[in-house]
């Protein structure tokens, strides 16, 4: 599957020079990232340092060395949702300010040699909108991550990629406690109760992590590019033919049946979700299938992306949809109960990935990676741009942690663990 895209040119905006006069109200504000520990502009024209007086935000630019949050449970969110009506969508207003579209993340400091330091023009930050905080990266995988699976209640990490290795990671310590070899490309991952399912070619590979059971389910005919789990109790497989295959857990054997078949797309399934009753799969044949869970039938062929649907996404009453053809769709349903666009989002490059979550004040924000090596972060339902995370390569996977942590794997192979900083962006 081609992946990579025309790489933007990036122009970096221009600041006040070492003669421009600095702004004396400006300088009574103390810059946030300066006390997020990473203010990378010459000259800056606030403060770094503290006003007489005041207290430091909370945190420090000392580099964490774990990330999991000794306060909090691991526990899965609920689904993000939010009200309003189709009319609402890509209604920007603002945005984050911090974010400039000509920014650019200084390549000689992602490789750890940038001479320049602090004068350097491009930016030293793996993110510009000031809502995430790296808390760490984690080092191991040799090829591109494909999954990553975070089990509710679990204190551990589960990362896949195309090394042929599962690595699993103790969120206390942020250490690799083991690699399993799998003895394939690992397509993608997922994790349902204490379930943790990795596709491969040919074979899914099932773990139960409560009892250290392992599974292999048998039927796929090439690469497993997506899994799901219905409330019916189905797991649902992409594959690289076309088809999509089911499973159901057999509560007597405590192993994994053929339940079914559901045959449609012309070429590999790449995405799948559940949601209102409903499975949708999204292909390299540019068309989104909707299914009826119950009769396992195709209920409609959306047909409005021009190239692969990557990735697909239930939120409330829509379906969001992202593809290479560098748009993000937005489908609601008619009042026949069809699926039709609402609202089409249009990127400057292709689109890989979508997750969605709820930020520090329980709005509902949108992550989608692009083949920019971007990951950006939307408010919904106004696509106002909140924050952006840049990464070496691409980034192929991203999964939702407790507390607003976030985690992402790219093609270098690195998984990076975010976390949503409790303090809102200040309007600088």
């Not at 109760?193 to 992590?209: D, E, H, M, P, R």
Request: glycine share 12%; hydrophobic share 35%; aromatic share 8%.
């Amino acid at each position: 599957m081609e992946l990579d895209g025309n790489k933007r040119v990036f122009n970096r905006l221009g600041g006040g020079g070492a003669s421009a006069a600095p702004d004396p109200m400006k300088q009574q504000k103390v810059c946030y990232h300066w006390r997020a520990g990473r203010c990378t502009r010459h000259n800056c024209p606030f403060l770094h340092h503290e006003l007489p007086g005041t207290q430091p935000l909370n945190g420090s630019s000392t580099a964490l060395k774990r990330f999991a949050d000794d306060t909090q449970q691991f526990q899965r969110r609920a689904p993000p949702k939010f009200s309003g009506g189709s009319n609402t969508w890509g209604r920007v207003q603002g945005g984050n300010p911090m974010i400039k579209k000509a920014e650019k993340v200084c390549n000689f400091w992602m490789q750890g040699h940038c001479n320049y330091g602090d004068k350097c023009r491009f930016l030293h930050s793996w993110s510009i909108g000031g809502c995430f905080s790296m808390l760490t990266a984690l080092e191991g995988h040799q090829k591109a991550v494909t999954g990553i699976a975070f089990p509710a209640g679990s204190s551990r990490l589960y990362s896949g990629s195309k090394d042929e290795t599962v690595r699993i990671w103790d969120c206390q310590s942020g250490q690799c406690i083991n690699a399993i070899g799998v003895g394939g490309d690992i397509g993608c991952m997922l994790s349902e109760g204490s379930w943790v399912f990795v596709g491969l070619t040919n074979l899914i590979k099932a773990w139960n992590i409560a009892n250290s059971n392992e599974l292999s389910l048998t039927g796929p005919v090439g690469q497993v590019y997506a899994m799901a789990v219905g409330g019916n109790g189905l797991l649902f497989a992409g594959i690289q033919d076309g088809s999509i295959l089911a499973w159901k857990f057999n509560q007597a054997t405590h192993g994994f049946e053929p339940a079914a078949s559901l045959p449609g797309h012309t070429f590999p399934v790449v995405s799948l979700i559940v949601g209102a009753n409903r499975l949708y799969s999204g292909s390299m044949d540019n068309t989104i299938r909707v299914w009826n869970l119950e009769s396992l039938q195709c209920m409609q062929i959306l047909t409005d992306h021009t190239s692969v649907v990557m990735s697909v996404l239930c939120w409330d009453q829509f379906l969001l949809s992202c593809s290479l053809d560098k748009t993000i769709k937005v489908w609601v349903a008619n009042d026949s109960g069809n699926l039709e666009v609402t609202y089409t989002h249009s990127e400057e490059h292709g689109l890989l990935c979508l997750r969605g979550m709820l930020d520090p004040e329980g709005k509902p924000v949108l992550l989608c990676s692009c083949n920019d090596n971007c990951l950006r972060v939307y408010d919904l339902p106004s696509f106002a741009e909140r924050d952006k995370i840049f990464s070496k390569q691409e980034i192929r996977a991203i999964e939702m942690g407790p507390a607003g942590m976030v985690f992402t794997g790219d093609g270098t192979g690195q998984v990076k663990v975010w976390k949503w900083l409790d303090s809102p962006v200040p309007q600088q």
